[in-house]
């Protein structure tokens, strides 16, 4: 075993090969150094050859990148990191496996930025199977933007905006190839930022800032897939969450939830201050999205054949429509449930469910009814609009 070490120098940069084992430990305790445990890889700046550790500086004022390899990189652990750097693991995409259809091509005509038509000539796509994969540009117009695919017919996909996609824009499917079996984030006052990552559980308390970007999380847990707490800054976006993964998003400060593609996946925020969300759910989970105490919500939120109520509300300050609005169908409950008082403004809202569009405090309504007076009461200490 050889030991690195890049005496007060920030890490800048350094690639981690595959391995079964623990790839990353990071704790600013007991010395002036924090360590990361890995197999492989090769450090830039100073350019040097790992064997099993890396040792750096555990004030991290710099920005710093860990680029991982496809397959198994083991866990992740940060604590008590210290610095103004932001800490980004990158993971690494591969080509998707389609069913049928390219994988790669030019956009074909009347593409926009929220849908791209497939390449004249190509073979179709199977519907659907697109879903939650990753949407990336890489020349023309809205070069470099990368996002979620929302839904796909035979010849054309629907994403979440990409400012600049026309026709002619080159385009690949991708998935993240990269996984990560548990990462643990606690007290770190560095920002911690993961893309392109399939992460089997993500666990954090009390960090400055966390961010997931293009992001996979599709492993169920009783105890959320994802549990964040105590942070002051939460972002996810552009990510799949499926197989009945859940996210849980408690007492953060500011939260963004945005571009994000779930199947048969759930979130709930619970305490939190600020919430921005605009979410595509699909299918499988009771309740997909559920705001519990929190004091401001803008929320875009497409559900759609959830087993239960497509959208909750319970014990909120403020709820607004934002992004894609409050669409949906298909839901076996109620389109959106209001328990515990609050302001709920549903202007605009299509989303139904089997038993009615909303039930607030055990009365059932539709948006056509509320939208007859522009305010009405109909518990006490709950405001719905309409």
Not at 103 to 116: D, E, M, P, R, V
Not at 313 to 321: K, L, N
Request: net charge neutral; charged share 15%; with cysteine.
């Amino acid at each position: 075993m050889s030991l690195v070490t890049l005496a007060s120098t920030p890490l800048t940069s350094v690639t981690l090969a595959s391995s079964p084992t623990n790839v990353v430990s990071i704790s600013s305790e007991p010395a002036k150094f924090i360590t990361l445990n890995s197999v492989s890889g090769a450090v830039h700046n100073p350019n040097v050859v790992l064997s099993t550790h890396v040792t750096v500086a555990k004030r991290q004022d710099t920005d710093a990148v860990f680029t991982l390899a496809a397959g198994s990189e083991g866990n992740f652990t940060a604590d008590g990191i210290s610095g103004k750097g932001v800490i980004t693991i990158q993971g690494t995409y591969v080509a998707s496996t389609l069913s049928s259809g390219v994988q790669t091509g030019i956009a074909g005509a009347a593409s926009n930025s929220t849908t791209l038509n497939k390449p004249t000539g190509a073979a179709n796509w199977t519907t659907n199977n697109l879903r939650g994969k990753y949407l990336r540009i890489t020349a023309g117009g809205g070069a470099g933007a990368a996002v979620r695919i929302r839904s796909n017919t035979t010849t054309a996909i629907t994403c979440w905006p990409i400012v600049g996609l026309t026709s002619g824009s080159t385009f690949e499917i991708v998935d993240a190839a990269s996984i990560l079996s548990t990462v643990t984030l606690t007290r770190n006052a560095a920002k911690f930022k993961f893309v392109g990552v399939k992460i089997t559980r993500l666990v954090n308390d009390s960090n400055t800032e966390i961010e997931c970007d293009g992001c996979h999380f599709n492993t169920p847990n009783v105890n959320g897939s994802v549990l964040t707490q105590n942070d002051n800054v939460v972002r996810i976006n552009n990510c799949y969450v499926d197989a009945a993964a859940s996210v849980i998003i408690q007492a953060a400060k500011r939260v963004e939830f945005d571009s994000n593609v779930m199947d048969t996946g759930k979130v709930k925020f619970e305490s939190c201050v600020k919430v921005d969300t605009d979410v595509d759910a699909k299918g499988g989970a009771s309740t997909p999205v559920w705001f519990f105490s929190c004091q401001s919500i803008d929320a875009g939120c497409a559900v759609s054949n959830a087993t239960g109520d497509g959208i909750k509300f319970e014990s909120c300050m403020r709820a607004e429509q934002a992004g894609v609005g409050w669409v949906g169908s298909g839901n076996t409950g109620y389109g959106v449930r209001v328990e515990g008082g609050g302001y709920v403004n549903g202007t605009g809202a299509t989303i139904t469910g089997n038993l009615n569009d909303l039930i607030c405090v055990d009365v059932a309504t539709s948006w056509s009814t509320l939208a007859s007076s522009y305010v009405q009461i109909i518990a006490a200490g709950t405001h719905i609009t309409a």
